[in-house]
Protein backbone atom coordinates (compact mmCIF):
# COMPACT_ATOMS: atom_id res chain seq x y z
CA UNK A 1 0.00 0.00 0.00
CA UNK A 2 1.51 3.86 -0.87
CA UNK A 3 1.29 6.06 1.26
CA UNK A 4 1.97 9.00 0.43
CA UNK A 5 5.92 10.54 1.04
CA UNK A 6 4.83 13.12 3.35
CA UNK A 7 3.45 11.44 5.92
CA UNK A 8 6.34 9.35 5.59
CA UNK A 9 8.75 11.97 6.16
CA UNK A 10 6.52 13.36 9.13
CA UNK A 11 7.24 9.94 10.92
CA UNK A 12 10.74 10.55 10.66
CA UNK A 13 10.58 13.94 11.96
CA UNK A 14 8.39 12.85 14.89
CA UNK A 15 10.96 9.82 15.59
CA UNK A 16 13.91 12.16 15.32
CA UNK A 17 12.29 14.92 17.65
CA UNK A 18 12.28 11.93 20.08
CA UNK A 19 15.23 11.03 19.61
CA UNK A 20 16.41 14.29 19.89
CA UNK A 21 14.69 14.16 23.50
CA UNK A 22 16.56 11.25 24.27
CA UNK A 23 20.08 12.13 23.83
CA UNK A 24 20.16 16.09 24.96
CA UNK A 25 20.61 14.90 28.23
CA UNK A 26 23.61 12.29 27.44
CA UNK A 27 25.14 15.20 25.22
CA UNK A 28 24.53 17.76 27.92
CA UNK A 29 26.28 15.59 30.56
CA UNK A 30 28.76 14.70 27.85
CA UNK A 31 29.71 18.17 27.13
CA UNK A 32 30.00 19.41 30.77
CA UNK A 33 32.50 16.39 31.60
CA UNK A 34 34.62 17.95 28.58
CA UNK A 35 34.95 21.38 30.68
CA UNK A 36 37.40 22.78 32.31
CA UNK A 37 37.81 21.30 36.10
CA UNK A 38 35.51 23.66 38.49
CA UNK A 39 34.22 25.83 35.56
CA UNK A 40 30.53 27.06 35.44
CA UNK A 41 28.78 24.78 32.56
CA UNK A 42 25.32 26.25 31.45
CA UNK A 43 23.44 24.04 29.98
CA UNK A 44 23.89 22.41 26.58
CA UNK A 45 27.49 24.37 25.67
CA UNK A 46 29.70 23.09 23.25
CA UNK A 47 32.97 22.67 25.44
CA UNK A 48 35.61 25.74 24.28
CA UNK A 49 38.30 23.50 25.09
CA UNK A 50 38.48 19.65 25.38
CA UNK A 51 39.74 18.24 28.23
CA UNK A 52 39.81 14.96 29.62
CA UNK A 53 41.42 16.50 33.29
CA UNK A 54 37.75 15.98 34.56
CA UNK A 55 38.18 12.17 33.90
CA UNK A 56 41.75 11.85 35.52
CA UNK A 57 40.49 13.35 38.76
CA UNK A 58 37.56 11.15 38.39
CA UNK A 59 38.72 8.02 37.65
CA UNK A 60 42.15 8.55 40.15
CA UNK A 61 41.48 11.18 43.09
CA UNK A 62 37.56 10.57 43.57
CA UNK A 63 38.21 6.62 43.24
CA UNK A 64 36.43 5.47 40.22
CA UNK A 65 38.99 3.42 38.67
CA UNK A 66 37.86 0.93 42.29
CA UNK A 67 34.62 1.56 41.77
CA UNK A 68 34.77 0.04 38.45
CA UNK A 69 36.41 -2.68 39.35
CA UNK A 70 34.31 -3.47 42.24
CA UNK A 71 31.74 -3.53 39.56
CA UNK A 72 33.06 -5.69 37.13
CA UNK A 73 34.36 -8.24 40.09
CA UNK A 74 30.71 -8.39 41.62
CA UNK A 75 29.45 -8.94 37.60
CA UNK A 76 31.60 -11.50 37.23
CA UNK A 77 30.49 -13.50 40.27
CA UNK A 78 26.73 -12.69 39.63
CA UNK A 79 26.47 -13.56 35.88
CA UNK A 80 27.84 -17.13 35.33
CA UNK A 81 25.95 -18.18 38.73
CA UNK A 82 22.88 -17.03 37.94
CA UNK A 83 23.43 -18.66 34.27
CA UNK A 84 24.23 -21.88 35.88
CA UNK A 85 21.95 -22.42 38.24
CA UNK A 86 19.42 -20.70 36.01
CA UNK A 87 19.48 -23.02 33.25
CA UNK A 88 19.73 -26.18 35.80
CA UNK A 89 16.40 -25.78 36.94
CA UNK A 90 15.31 -24.61 34.23
CA UNK A 91 16.29 -27.27 31.68
CA UNK A 92 14.36 -29.75 34.62
CA UNK A 93 11.03 -27.40 35.18
CA UNK A 94 11.13 -27.07 31.07
CA UNK A 95 11.78 -30.54 29.82
CA UNK A 96 11.04 -33.01 32.72
CA UNK A 97 7.94 -33.87 34.17
CA UNK A 98 8.22 -32.93 37.46
CA UNK A 99 5.23 -33.82 40.39
CA UNK A 100 4.49 -30.35 41.06
CA UNK A 101 6.69 -29.31 38.46
CA UNK A 102 4.50 -26.18 37.93
CA UNK A 103 3.47 -25.01 41.34
CA UNK A 104 7.59 -24.59 41.48
CA UNK A 105 7.81 -22.57 38.72
CA UNK A 106 4.94 -20.45 39.82
CA UNK A 107 6.79 -19.78 42.55
CA UNK A 108 9.68 -18.53 41.05
CA UNK A 109 7.71 -16.57 38.69
CA UNK A 110 5.94 -14.82 42.40
CA UNK A 111 9.37 -13.58 42.98
CA UNK A 112 9.22 -11.18 39.55
CA UNK A 113 7.91 -8.63 41.58
CA UNK A 114 9.99 -8.39 44.68
CA UNK A 115 10.93 -4.42 45.02
CA UNK A 116 14.91 -4.94 46.60
CA UNK A 117 12.53 -2.83 49.53
CA UNK A 118 11.04 -5.60 50.52
CA UNK A 119 13.68 -8.15 51.40
CA UNK A 120 17.15 -5.88 52.19
CA UNK A 121 16.37 -4.78 55.93
CA UNK A 122 16.51 -8.39 57.30
CA UNK A 123 19.45 -9.40 55.29
CA UNK A 124 21.61 -6.40 56.08
CA UNK A 125 21.02 -7.94 59.79
CA UNK A 126 21.21 -11.13 58.81
CA UNK A 127 24.13 -11.19 56.64
CA UNK A 128 26.07 -8.60 59.52
CA UNK A 129 25.84 -11.43 61.67
CA UNK A 130 27.73 -13.66 59.72
CA UNK A 131 30.03 -10.93 58.87
CA UNK A 132 29.52 -10.66 55.17
CA UNK A 133 28.42 -7.15 54.87
CA UNK A 134 30.53 -4.85 53.37
CA UNK A 135 31.89 -7.76 51.16
CA UNK A 136 31.38 -8.45 47.60
CA UNK A 137 29.69 -11.79 48.75
CA UNK A 138 26.77 -10.26 50.20
CA UNK A 139 26.01 -8.41 47.16
CA UNK A 140 26.32 -11.43 45.10
CA UNK A 141 24.90 -13.84 46.97
CA UNK A 142 21.71 -11.32 47.20
CA UNK A 143 21.89 -10.61 43.26
CA UNK A 144 21.92 -14.10 42.48
CA UNK A 145 18.68 -14.77 44.12
CA UNK A 146 17.17 -11.67 42.68
CA UNK A 147 18.04 -12.60 39.38
CA UNK A 148 16.85 -16.62 39.66
CA UNK A 149 13.13 -16.13 39.06
CA UNK A 150 13.98 -14.30 35.74
CA UNK A 151 16.81 -16.27 34.95
CA UNK A 152 14.52 -19.59 35.50
CA UNK A 153 11.53 -17.99 33.57
CA UNK A 154 13.71 -17.05 30.43
CA UNK A 155 15.56 -20.65 30.58
CA UNK A 156 12.10 -22.82 30.86
CA UNK A 157 11.10 -21.09 27.96
CA UNK A 158 13.83 -21.37 26.21
CA UNK A 159 13.81 -25.56 26.61
CA UNK A 160 10.19 -25.98 26.40
CA UNK A 161 10.68 -24.67 22.55
CA UNK A 162 13.35 -27.58 22.29
CA UNK A 163 12.24 -30.08 19.87
CA UNK A 164 11.29 -33.30 21.97
CA UNK A 165 12.66 -35.58 19.57
CA UNK A 166 15.95 -34.33 20.44
CA UNK A 167 16.04 -35.53 23.28
CA UNK A 168 14.07 -38.48 22.80
CA UNK A 169 16.79 -39.77 20.15
CA UNK A 170 19.30 -39.10 22.84
CA UNK A 171 17.93 -41.23 25.48
CA UNK A 172 16.84 -43.80 22.96
CA UNK A 173 20.79 -43.95 22.30
CA UNK A 174 21.11 -44.15 25.96
CA UNK A 175 22.56 -40.73 26.92
CA UNK A 176 22.12 -39.19 30.29
CA UNK A 177 19.92 -36.44 31.61
CA UNK A 178 23.39 -35.03 31.82
CA UNK A 179 24.63 -35.29 28.80
CA UNK A 180 21.84 -34.62 27.07
CA UNK A 181 21.88 -30.99 28.55
CA UNK A 182 25.19 -30.73 28.12
CA UNK A 183 26.00 -31.98 24.18
CA UNK A 184 23.31 -31.27 22.86
CA UNK A 185 20.56 -28.66 24.36
CA UNK A 186 23.30 -25.94 25.85
CA UNK A 187 24.92 -25.58 22.29
CA UNK A 188 21.27 -25.02 21.01
CA UNK A 189 20.54 -22.58 24.41
CA UNK A 190 23.74 -20.00 23.05
CA UNK A 191 21.52 -16.94 22.04
CA UNK A 192 18.97 -17.58 24.75
CA UNK A 193 21.80 -17.34 27.53
CA UNK A 194 23.65 -14.78 26.10
CA UNK A 195 20.54 -12.69 26.13
CA UNK A 196 20.42 -13.76 29.76
CA UNK A 197 23.91 -12.81 30.35
CA UNK A 198 23.68 -8.93 28.91
CA UNK A 199 20.38 -8.86 30.84
CA UNK A 200 21.72 -9.98 34.19
CA UNK A 201 25.44 -8.03 33.75
CA UNK A 202 23.04 -5.18 33.34
CA UNK A 203 20.95 -5.46 36.19
CA UNK A 204 23.81 -6.12 38.72
CA UNK A 205 25.89 -3.41 36.91
CA UNK A 206 22.96 -0.96 37.69
CA UNK A 207 21.97 -2.42 41.00
CA UNK A 208 21.97 0.87 43.83
CA UNK A 209 19.73 0.43 46.78
CA UNK A 210 20.66 -3.20 47.74
CA UNK A 211 24.63 -2.32 46.98
CA UNK A 212 24.11 1.04 49.12
CA UNK A 213 22.63 -0.68 52.29
CA UNK A 214 25.04 -3.76 52.14
CA UNK A 215 28.52 -2.32 51.34
CA UNK A 216 28.55 0.96 53.85
CA UNK A 217 32.52 0.62 52.87
CA UNK A 218 32.33 3.63 50.27
CA UNK A 219 35.54 2.13 48.80
CA UNK A 220 33.95 -1.66 48.55
CA UNK A 221 31.33 -0.04 46.75
CA UNK A 222 29.83 -0.48 43.26
CA UNK A 223 30.30 2.23 40.86
CA UNK A 224 26.38 3.71 40.64
CA UNK A 225 26.73 3.33 44.66
CA UNK A 226 29.97 5.37 44.53
CA UNK A 227 28.14 7.78 42.33
CA UNK A 228 25.24 8.26 44.49
CA UNK A 229 27.51 8.64 47.39
CA UNK A 230 29.99 11.11 45.47
CA UNK A 231 27.04 13.55 44.46
CA UNK A 232 26.40 14.28 47.28
CA UNK A 233 30.28 15.80 48.02
CA UNK A 234 30.59 16.99 44.55
CA UNK A 235 27.32 18.85 44.17
CA UNK A 236 28.96 22.12 42.41
CA UNK A 237 32.04 20.55 40.49
CA UNK A 238 29.71 20.19 37.83
CA UNK A 239 32.74 18.57 35.38
CA UNK A 240 33.96 16.54 37.88
CA UNK A 241 30.40 15.17 38.61
CA UNK A 242 29.80 14.63 35.09
CA UNK A 243 32.89 12.74 33.92
CA UNK A 244 32.58 10.53 36.85
CA UNK A 245 28.86 10.16 35.23
CA UNK A 246 30.32 9.13 31.91
CA UNK A 247 32.58 6.79 33.64
CA UNK A 248 29.71 5.23 35.14
CA UNK A 249 27.34 4.86 32.17
CA UNK A 250 30.43 4.20 30.03
CA UNK A 251 30.89 0.48 30.44
CA UNK A 252 27.34 -0.76 29.83
CA UNK A 253 26.82 1.97 27.01
CA UNK A 254 29.85 -0.50 25.22
CA UNK A 255 27.97 -3.56 26.37
CA UNK A 256 25.03 -2.30 24.81
CA UNK A 257 25.94 -0.88 21.58
CA UNK A 258 28.02 -4.53 20.95
CA UNK A 259 25.17 -6.54 21.76
CA UNK A 260 22.12 -4.24 20.99
CA UNK A 261 20.20 -7.13 19.29
CA UNK A 262 20.74 -9.52 23.07
CA UNK A 263 19.64 -6.47 24.85
CA UNK A 264 16.42 -5.61 22.56
CA UNK A 265 15.33 -8.85 22.33
CA UNK A 266 15.71 -9.36 26.02
CA UNK A 267 14.12 -6.30 27.17
CA UNK A 268 11.08 -6.97 24.60
CA UNK A 269 10.60 -10.62 24.95
CA UNK A 270 11.59 -10.75 28.32
CA UNK A 271 8.53 -8.12 28.97
CA UNK A 272 6.48 -10.10 26.54
CA UNK A 273 7.00 -14.08 26.52
CA UNK A 274 4.23 -14.58 28.87
CA UNK B 1 7.45 -8.38 33.75
CA UNK B 2 5.06 -10.08 36.00
CA UNK B 3 2.91 -10.31 33.00
CA UNK B 4 4.57 -13.42 32.88
CA UNK B 5 2.79 -15.23 35.18
CA UNK B 6 0.05 -15.90 32.61
CA UNK B 7 1.84 -18.75 30.57
CA UNK B 8 2.82 -20.57 33.70
CA UNK B 9 -0.90 -22.54 33.80
CA UNK B 10 -0.51 -23.81 30.69
CA UNK B 11 0.16 -27.95 30.21
CA UNK B 12 3.40 -29.41 29.22
CA UNK B 13 3.50 -29.63 25.18
CA UNK B 14 2.21 -33.07 24.21
CA UNK B 15 5.42 -33.49 22.61
CA UNK B 16 7.84 -32.96 25.33
CA UNK B 17 5.37 -34.86 27.58
CA UNK B 18 5.93 -38.16 25.21
CA UNK B 19 9.43 -38.01 25.57
CA UNK B 20 9.09 -37.43 29.76
CA UNK B 21 6.62 -40.11 30.45
CA UNK B 22 8.23 -42.73 29.08
CA UNK B 23 11.46 -41.51 30.93
CA UNK B 24 9.83 -40.54 34.03
CA UNK B 25 7.36 -44.47 34.41
CA UNK B 26 10.89 -46.57 33.74
CA UNK B 27 11.99 -44.99 36.93
CA UNK B 28 8.30 -44.56 38.76
CA UNK B 29 7.78 -44.08 42.81
CA UNK B 30 10.32 -41.94 44.16
CA UNK B 31 12.69 -41.13 41.35
CA UNK B 32 10.02 -39.36 39.35
CA UNK B 33 11.69 -36.73 41.90
CA UNK B 34 14.97 -36.71 41.09
CA UNK B 35 14.53 -33.98 38.75
CA UNK B 36 14.23 -31.87 41.43
CA UNK B 37 17.79 -32.13 42.13
CA UNK B 38 18.85 -29.99 39.11
CA UNK B 39 15.71 -27.19 40.31
CA UNK B 40 17.97 -27.30 44.17
CA UNK B 41 20.85 -24.67 43.81
CA UNK B 42 18.26 -22.28 42.39
CA UNK B 43 15.68 -22.78 44.72
CA UNK B 44 18.25 -22.76 47.26
CA UNK B 45 19.15 -19.49 46.47
CA UNK B 46 16.13 -18.12 45.55
CA UNK B 47 14.67 -19.23 49.02
CA UNK B 48 17.58 -17.88 51.26
CA UNK B 49 18.08 -14.75 49.96
CA UNK B 50 14.60 -13.48 48.68
CA UNK B 51 12.19 -15.36 49.97
CA UNK B 52 12.79 -15.85 53.18
CA UNK B 53 14.48 -12.24 54.23
CA UNK B 54 10.89 -11.23 52.67
CA UNK B 55 8.84 -12.88 55.26
CA UNK B 56 11.28 -12.03 57.43
CA UNK B 57 10.46 -8.64 56.88
CA UNK B 58 6.85 -9.13 57.49
CA UNK B 59 7.68 -10.58 60.93
CA UNK B 60 10.12 -7.45 61.82
CA UNK B 61 7.29 -4.98 60.86
CA UNK B 62 5.42 -6.62 64.19
CA UNK B 63 8.63 -5.13 66.22
CA UNK B 64 9.57 -2.04 67.53
CA UNK B 65 13.36 -2.11 67.52
CA UNK B 66 16.08 0.05 66.74
CA UNK B 67 18.40 -2.57 65.46
CA UNK B 68 20.98 -2.87 68.22
CA UNK B 69 18.85 -3.46 71.68
CA UNK B 70 16.04 -5.91 72.08
CA UNK B 71 13.44 -5.51 70.18
CA UNK B 72 9.39 -5.22 71.56
CA UNK B 73 6.42 -7.03 70.27
CA UNK B 74 3.81 -4.05 68.92
CA UNK B 75 1.72 -6.10 67.30
CA UNK B 76 0.27 -4.12 64.34
CA UNK B 77 1.06 -0.86 65.74
CA UNK B 78 3.47 -0.02 63.05
CA UNK B 79 0.84 -0.30 60.34
CA UNK B 80 -1.32 1.81 62.27
CA UNK B 81 1.10 4.52 62.31
CA UNK B 82 2.01 4.10 58.73
CA UNK B 83 -1.59 5.17 57.94
CA UNK B 84 -1.87 7.85 60.72
CA UNK B 85 1.51 9.56 60.45
CA UNK B 86 1.02 11.97 57.02
CA UNK B 87 4.88 11.91 56.50
CA UNK B 88 4.57 7.82 55.55
CA UNK B 89 1.03 8.53 53.97
CA UNK B 90 1.94 11.11 51.71
CA UNK B 91 5.08 8.78 50.39
CA UNK B 92 2.90 6.28 49.50
CA UNK B 93 0.09 9.10 47.67
CA UNK B 94 3.52 10.55 46.01
CA UNK B 95 4.19 6.72 44.73
CA UNK B 96 0.70 6.68 43.51
CA UNK B 97 1.18 9.56 41.69
CA UNK B 98 4.82 9.04 40.10
CA UNK B 99 2.48 6.27 38.52
CA UNK B 100 1.02 8.49 36.36
CA UNK B 101 4.35 9.88 35.37
CA UNK B 102 6.15 6.90 35.05
CA UNK B 103 2.88 4.91 33.39
CA UNK B 104 0.33 6.16 32.22
CA UNK B 105 2.57 9.34 30.14
CA UNK B 106 4.75 6.83 28.48
CA UNK B 107 1.72 4.79 27.52
CA UNK B 108 0.15 7.14 25.90
CA UNK B 109 2.95 8.89 24.51
CA UNK B 110 3.58 5.34 22.90
CA UNK B 111 0.23 4.77 21.58
CA UNK B 112 0.24 7.72 19.91
CA UNK B 113 3.74 6.92 17.98
CA UNK B 114 2.49 3.89 17.18
CA UNK B 115 -0.71 5.36 16.20
CA UNK B 116 1.82 7.85 13.77
CA UNK B 117 4.05 5.19 12.42
CA UNK B 118 2.16 1.92 12.30
CA UNK B 119 0.41 2.58 8.71
CA UNK B 120 3.64 1.49 6.82
CA UNK B 121 7.39 -0.39 7.79
CA UNK B 122 9.64 1.76 7.92
CA UNK B 123 13.80 1.69 7.04
CA UNK B 124 16.75 2.64 9.08
CA UNK B 125 14.47 1.55 12.47
CA UNK B 126 17.60 -0.04 14.07
CA UNK B 127 19.43 3.39 14.87
CA UNK B 128 16.15 4.65 16.22
CA UNK B 129 16.05 1.32 18.60
CA UNK B 130 18.70 1.84 20.07
CA UNK B 131 18.55 5.40 21.04
CA UNK B 132 14.83 4.51 22.52
CA UNK B 133 16.24 1.86 24.52
CA UNK B 134 18.77 3.89 26.12
CA UNK B 135 17.41 5.25 28.88
CA UNK B 136 16.79 1.28 29.81
CA UNK B 137 19.70 0.32 29.92
CA UNK B 138 21.96 3.26 32.00
CA UNK B 139 22.20 2.92 35.89
CA UNK B 140 18.88 4.89 37.36
CA UNK B 141 21.58 6.86 39.31
CA UNK B 142 23.19 7.80 36.47
CA UNK B 143 19.85 9.12 34.82
CA UNK B 144 19.23 10.79 38.45
CA UNK B 145 22.42 13.03 38.28
CA UNK B 146 22.01 13.84 34.50
CA UNK B 147 18.53 15.17 34.94
CA UNK B 148 19.60 17.03 38.25
CA UNK B 149 22.16 18.66 36.22
CA UNK B 150 19.22 19.53 33.72
CA UNK B 151 16.91 20.90 36.00
CA UNK B 152 19.38 22.89 37.77
CA UNK B 153 19.67 27.06 37.88
CA UNK B 154 21.84 26.73 34.36
CA UNK B 155 20.65 23.76 33.19
CA UNK B 156 19.27 22.99 29.91
CA UNK B 157 15.63 23.12 30.92
CA UNK B 158 16.10 26.50 31.87
CA UNK B 159 17.96 27.38 29.11
CA UNK B 160 15.92 26.15 26.32
CA UNK B 161 12.96 27.73 28.35
CA UNK B 162 15.14 31.21 28.17
CA UNK B 163 15.96 31.02 24.69
CA UNK B 164 12.29 30.53 23.92
CA UNK B 165 11.71 33.88 25.76
CA UNK B 166 10.31 32.12 28.85
CA UNK B 167 12.67 33.49 30.96
CA UNK B 168 10.48 34.40 33.85
CA UNK B 169 9.52 30.65 34.65
CA UNK B 170 13.01 29.21 34.70
CA UNK B 171 13.61 28.32 38.34
CA UNK B 172 15.18 25.48 40.42
CA UNK B 173 12.79 23.04 39.21
CA UNK B 174 14.05 20.79 41.63
CA UNK B 175 13.75 22.81 44.44
CA UNK B 176 10.22 23.94 43.89
CA UNK B 177 7.73 22.67 46.53
CA UNK B 178 4.90 21.96 43.96
CA UNK B 179 6.85 21.24 40.76
CA UNK B 180 9.70 19.07 42.15
CA UNK B 181 7.39 16.06 42.24
CA UNK B 182 5.86 16.25 39.16
CA UNK B 183 10.16 16.81 37.78
CA UNK B 184 11.10 14.00 39.52
CA UNK B 185 7.79 11.94 37.36
CA UNK B 186 8.81 13.48 34.10
CA UNK B 187 12.66 11.92 34.60
CA UNK B 188 10.41 8.60 34.93
CA UNK B 189 8.24 9.58 31.62
CA UNK B 190 11.89 10.03 29.71
CA UNK B 191 12.94 6.62 30.73
CA UNK B 192 10.24 4.33 30.18
CA UNK B 193 8.54 6.06 26.62
CA UNK B 194 11.08 4.40 24.68
CA UNK B 195 10.60 1.15 26.03
CA UNK B 196 6.97 1.51 25.61
CA UNK B 197 6.88 2.66 22.21
CA UNK B 198 9.20 -0.17 21.24
CA UNK B 199 6.75 -2.24 22.87
CA UNK B 200 3.71 -1.39 21.16
CA UNK B 201 5.68 -1.01 17.59
CA UNK B 202 6.90 -4.53 17.75
CA UNK B 203 3.51 -5.72 18.69
CA UNK B 204 1.67 -3.93 15.75
CA UNK B 205 4.28 -5.94 13.34
CA UNK B 206 2.49 -8.85 14.71
CA UNK B 207 -0.86 -7.37 13.38
CA UNK B 208 -2.16 -9.29 10.19
CA UNK B 209 -2.56 -6.29 7.25
CA UNK B 210 -5.45 -7.89 5.78
CA UNK B 211 -6.94 -6.08 8.71
CA UNK B 212 -5.53 -2.66 8.49
CA UNK B 213 -6.15 -2.87 4.22
CA UNK B 214 -10.02 -4.07 5.37
CA UNK B 215 -10.89 -1.13 7.66
CA UNK B 216 -9.14 1.14 4.77
CA UNK B 217 -11.30 -0.35 2.46
CA UNK B 218 -14.45 0.47 4.61
CA UNK B 219 -13.20 4.00 4.38
CA UNK B 220 -11.77 4.11 7.52
CA UNK B 221 -8.93 7.21 8.71
CA UNK B 222 -6.23 6.80 10.74
CA UNK B 223 -8.46 7.32 14.25
CA UNK B 224 -10.87 4.50 12.94
CA UNK B 225 -8.13 2.46 11.91
CA UNK B 226 -6.14 3.35 15.33
CA UNK B 227 -9.54 2.40 17.48
CA UNK B 228 -10.74 -0.46 15.46
CA UNK B 229 -7.26 -2.33 14.82
CA UNK B 230 -4.48 -1.20 16.67
CA UNK B 231 -5.38 -1.01 20.03
CA UNK B 232 -7.42 -3.68 20.36
CA UNK B 233 -4.29 -5.89 19.25
CA UNK B 234 -1.89 -4.17 21.84
CA UNK B 235 -4.04 -5.28 24.86
CA UNK B 236 -1.72 -7.74 26.01
CA UNK B 237 1.57 -4.90 24.88
CA UNK B 238 -0.02 -2.40 27.30
CA UNK B 239 -0.88 -4.33 30.29
CA UNK B 240 2.45 -5.87 30.53
CA UNK B 241 4.24 -1.79 29.64
CA UNK B 242 1.50 -1.12 32.73
CA UNK B 243 3.29 -3.69 34.45
CA UNK B 244 6.50 -3.13 34.18
CA UNK B 245 6.45 0.95 34.05
CA UNK B 246 4.03 0.84 37.61
CA UNK B 247 6.44 -1.27 39.38
CA UNK B 248 9.20 0.92 38.38
CA UNK B 249 7.00 4.04 39.76
CA UNK B 250 6.10 2.11 43.10
CA UNK B 251 9.50 0.86 43.94
CA UNK B 252 11.46 3.81 42.38
CA UNK B 253 14.22 4.95 45.22
CA UNK B 254 17.30 6.01 42.51
CA UNK B 255 15.92 8.90 40.73
CA UNK B 256 14.26 10.24 43.78
CA UNK B 257 17.57 9.92 46.36
CA UNK B 258 20.07 11.48 43.74
CA UNK B 259 17.57 14.19 42.28
CA UNK B 260 16.05 15.17 45.22
CA UNK B 261 16.63 12.99 48.24
CA UNK B 262 12.82 13.54 49.24
CA UNK B 263 13.07 16.97 49.32
CA UNK B 264 12.33 19.77 49.18
CA UNK B 265 10.54 19.38 52.67
CA UNK B 266 8.64 15.82 52.52
CA UNK B 267 7.26 16.36 49.21
CA UNK B 268 8.74 14.10 46.64
CA UNK B 269 9.67 11.16 49.85
CA UNK B 270 8.72 7.99 48.00
CA UNK B 271 8.21 4.51 50.55
CA UNK B 272 11.47 3.27 49.03
CA UNK B 273 13.73 6.25 50.72
CA UNK B 274 11.40 5.70 53.71
CA UNK B 275 12.86 2.14 54.19
CA UNK B 276 16.60 3.23 53.59
CA UNK B 277 15.70 6.31 56.14
CA UNK B 278 13.94 4.78 58.80
CA UNK B 279 15.87 1.71 58.89
CA UNK B 280 19.84 2.76 58.75
CA UNK B 281 19.73 6.68 59.81
CA UNK B 282 16.61 6.63 62.25
CA UNK B 283 16.88 3.17 63.76
CA UNK B 284 13.06 2.45 63.45
CA UNK B 285 13.58 -1.01 61.50
CA UNK B 286 10.08 -2.17 62.80
CA UNK B 287 8.35 0.99 60.95
CA UNK B 288 10.97 0.41 58.05
CA UNK B 289 9.57 -3.32 57.63
CA UNK B 290 6.17 -2.35 58.11
CA UNK B 291 6.21 0.49 54.60
CA UNK B 292 8.28 -2.11 52.82
CA UNK B 293 5.09 -4.59 53.20
CA UNK B 294 2.58 -2.21 52.88
CA UNK B 295 4.82 -0.98 49.46
CA UNK B 296 5.13 -4.76 48.16
CA UNK B 297 0.89 -5.42 48.77
CA UNK B 298 0.34 -2.33 46.77
CA UNK B 299 2.52 -3.77 44.36
CA UNK B 300 0.80 -7.40 44.18
CA UNK B 301 -2.60 -5.75 44.38
CA UNK B 302 -1.97 -3.25 41.63
CA UNK B 303 -0.27 -5.96 39.29
CA UNK B 304 -3.16 -8.49 39.71
CA UNK B 305 -5.85 -5.98 38.75
CA UNK B 306 -3.85 -5.11 35.72
CA UNK B 307 -3.49 -8.34 34.45
CA UNK B 308 -6.95 -9.25 35.50
CA UNK B 309 -8.60 -6.12 33.62
CA UNK B 310 -6.13 -7.29 30.77
CA UNK B 311 -7.43 -10.41 30.24
CA UNK B 312 -11.16 -9.81 30.35
CA UNK B 313 -12.52 -9.61 26.99
CA UNK B 314 -14.12 -6.19 26.55
Same mark, same amino acid.
Given at each position: ??????????????????? +???? +?????????????????????????????????? %??????????????????????? @????? %?????? @????????????????? +??????????? +??????????????????? *??? *??? %????????????????????????? @??????????????????????????? @??????????????????????????????????????????? *??????????????????????????????????? | ????????????????? $??? $? =????? $??????????? #????????????????? &?????????? #???????? &?????????????? /????? !????????????????????????????????????? =??????????????????? /? #????????????? /?? !??????? =??????????????????? #?????????? &???? !??????????????????????????????? /?????????????????????????????????????????? =?????????????????????????? !????? $???????
Amino acid at each position: MRLRQSERWAGYLILTLLA +VGII +VPFLSIFFASMQPSGSTVTGLAWPDEWSLDNYRE %AWSVAGFSGLIRNSLIICLGVVP @ATLLL %ATLAGY @ALGTMRLPGGNAVFMFF +VAGLTIPVELI +VVPLYYNLDTVGLVNTYWA *VIL *VEI %ALFMPFGVFWMRTHFRSTPAELMEA @ARVDGASSGVILRRILLPLARPSLMTL @AVLVFMWSWNQFLLVLILIQDPDRRTAPAGLGYFVGQHTTNIP *VLSAGTVIVILPILILYLVFQRSFIAGLLQGALKG | MSALTRQAGETPTPAVG $RAQ $R =RAGDS $RGGLGRFKGYL #WVLPALAFYLAFAVLPA &FHTAYLSLFD #WDGVTLAT &FVGLENYSEVFANS /RYRNA !VGHALLLIAFFSWLPILIGLLMVGLLSRHRRRGMTVY =RVLFFLPQIVPLVAVGITW /R #WMYGDDGVVNQAL /RA !VGLGGVT =RAWLGDFDLALPAVGLVGT #WAMSGLCMML &FLSG !VQKVDTSLYEAVRLDGAGAVREFVTVTLPAL /RGEIAVAMTVTTVAALASFDIVYVTTGGGPGTQTTVPGLLVY =RLAFSEGKVGLASAIAVVLSCLILVI !VFMIN $RLSRTEP
